[in-house]
Each structure stands twice: as C-alpha cells, then as structure tokens.
C-alpha cells in the first residue's frame, strides 16, 4: 500500500533528524535524514550516537550498453566534517547520491534519492510493525528497509542492493568488546542472508546476543568478513568487487567484530519498478534492572556505584530461539504486519 506522509525534510534539515526503527520494548536503530543507520540501542541500553553496527547500503546499477555506476544508498554528507581523518561518519570517502529527501509518519519513514549520474530513481521504506491492541506484533525486534528501484530509461537496468553490517556484538557503546565474533552464510524458507553471533563474549553479558541481516531476493551472493587491511584498505577491496559485476566474493578474516556484507539482484525493465527487501533483526535476552544501594546511588547506570542488578530479561527473546529465527518468522507475516501498520497510520 501506498504510504501516507505527515512531513517532509531536505537540505540542512537532514542532519538533525532520525526515525527510531524496532519493535516497542526491543531496543532501536535510527533511519537518519541522510538514509543512514545510526544510534545503535539494541543492547539494553540507551547509546544515542553509537554506530557500533557500521551499516552500508550500496546500489550497483548498469544500464544495457553502459558502464555500471555504484552509489552509497545515502544523501551526501553535511558539515561539520570534524573527527579522524577529517570526517565523523564510516565510509566517509565512498560516492553518494546528490538529491535527497526524507518523507515520515511514524513508524513509517521514505527517503528518496536521486542523482543525474545514477540510471535509477530510488525510494527507500523503512518501518517497524506497529499495531494498537496488538503488543506482540508491535514489539517485534526488526527493522524492516526495502529499497524501490525505479528506471526512468529506455533500456533495461541490472542492479544491485548491498547491505554491510558490523558484527559488533559484545559492545554495547558504553561498556564491553567483541570478542570471538563471527559471521555465516544462511538460506531459510523464503529468506537468505548473514546470522551474526559471537562465541567469545560472556553468554550472561547485557551485551550479548545475536544479529541478523537478511533479504527476501531469491538471487544474492555474500561475502561473511571482509578482508583484514591496514587504512581502508578492506573498503577498497570491497567496492572493487562489488564494483566489478554487482555480486560479491566470500571470504574469511580473523577480526573480533568482522564485517559482513550481502548483496540482492535484480533487473528492472525500461519504465518499470522492482523492489529489494532486507530485514535487521536481533536478539539481546540480558537487559537487566539497577537497584540502588540508597537513593540517586546509580547515577552512572550501574557498575561499581553502589548498585546490585537483576536479570530482568527481555519479553521478545522468549519468542525466538535468537535473531534469524525472529527474522524468518516476522518475513513470512511481513505482508500482513505492514498493511496493518499503515492503516493504523492512515487513522
């Protein structure tokens, strides 16, 4: 169904604006204006400005008879440009989109791009499910992010969606480290893509738990861990090969927080429309709650400050064994979970 939109964002006010994505009591990752995911606050605890997951969406696109162009899936950068190297976001050397605008009605957010060197018009839809009377089908730990690919041309487009993820599990951005972290290949019933766990972080630890990157495209190709390179040297290798056909090369890498990419294919026609879905889903079950010793004691939300904590837990993660399982199961009811949660927004 079409989207309704409440409000409208360009130009500077991009840089100030994020659309919080998950479920009601799962923890979130924010659409920023730009068509970015930031302020990682998946594991039990609030972490605005966090961008442990490091996530990239890339568009391959070649139209029949012309060189193919890539493009981050994201409007262009805004100052200030301070932080290492001269700029505060990953990826901040990588080409993007020159038009962007960004289109909400919570929980559903649209950013358009557009780009006089791109053959394709792109819309991204990115929601969470959220459905009044329903709080199980409203507190699902998804982001859901389907990219349209339009092609305004006369000749047929092969294109390419990327997604890249951090496996950043054992981090939580306060406290904690990856360790032991690995990514792997999966295909399920009507979905395929990276399961992220960890086997070094401590099973008790708030920060562990297990990720998910998946789409719903039957032809993909992955690679689990990009290359370990000294500077951006694994973004390089990266791009390259991505660059080269739309389709990746697997390969391995000893990082403690490898990062994983995976790529869905398609073919628009001239004049038509073709649609890509990924899902982030995840999987944290060790939310805990800080009691104080006497009043005001947990100032600085737990630790060595005088407070005890308790396993409190998750209500989600007694739904799904861990995050594929929650990913595979919300992409069959995606449908019906989407159509419901824009005739809430219409009332």
């Not at 060189?67 to 409007?75: F, I, M, S, Y």
Request: glycine share 10%.
């Amino acid at each position: 169904p079409t989207w309704p939109v409440l409000r409208s964002y360009t130009q500077r006010q991009l840089a100030r604006i994020a659309l919080p994505l998950g479920g009601i009591g799962t923890g979130t990752v924010s659409l920023g204006g730009r068509g970015n995911l930031q302020d990682w606050e998946v594991m039990n605890r609030p972490a605005k400005g966090y961008n442990g997951g490091q996530a990239l969406f890339v568009l391959y696109a070649r139209a029949e008879g012309q060189p193919a162009v890539v493009r981050a899936l994201e409007g262009v950068l805004q100052p200030p440009y301070d932080g290492a190297m001269g700029a505060r976001a990953a990826y901040h050397g990588v080409p993007r989109f020159r038009q962007c605008a960004f289109h909400s009605a919570y929980p559903l957010a649209q950013v358009t791009l557009a780009d006089p060197a791109v053959p394709l018009q792109i819309r991204l839809e990115a929601f969470n499910p959220l459905i009044p009377a329903d709080p199980e089908r409203s507190g699902l730990p998804v982001a859901v992010l389907r990219y349209v690919l339009h092609n305004p041309g006369t000749t047929p487009v092969a294109a390419s969606v990327c997604g890249t993820l951090r496996n950043f599990i054992g981090a939580d951005g306060q406290a904690g480290a990856p360790s032991g972290n690995a990514n792997i290949f999966r295909a399920g019933a009507g979905l395929r893509g990276l399961f992220l766990s960890s086997t070094g972080v401590d099973p008790a630890a708030e920060q562990w738990g297990t990720l998910a990157l998946a789409t719903t495209a039957e032809n993909t190709s992955h690679c689990c861990a990009w290359p370990s390179a000294s500077w951006s040297g694994a973004l390089l290798r990266f791009w390259d090969d991505l660059s080269a056909d739309g389709r990746l090369d697997d390969s391995a890498s000893s990082d403690d927080a490898p990062i994983g990419s995976l790529a869905a294919e398609t073919i628009i026609p001239a004049g038509e429309t073709r649609a890509l879905t990924f899902l982030l889903a995840w999987h944290m079950p060790n939310r805990r709650t800080w009691t104080p010793a006497e009043p005001g004691a947990c100032g600085c939300g737990g630790g060595d400050c005088g407070c005890s904590s308790d396993a409190l837990g998750n209500w989600y993660t007694h739904a799904y064994a861990d995050a594929w399982e929650a990913a595979e199961r919300i992409a069959a009811e995606l449908p019906e979970l989407e159509a419901q949660t824009v005739r809430f927004v219409r009332a």
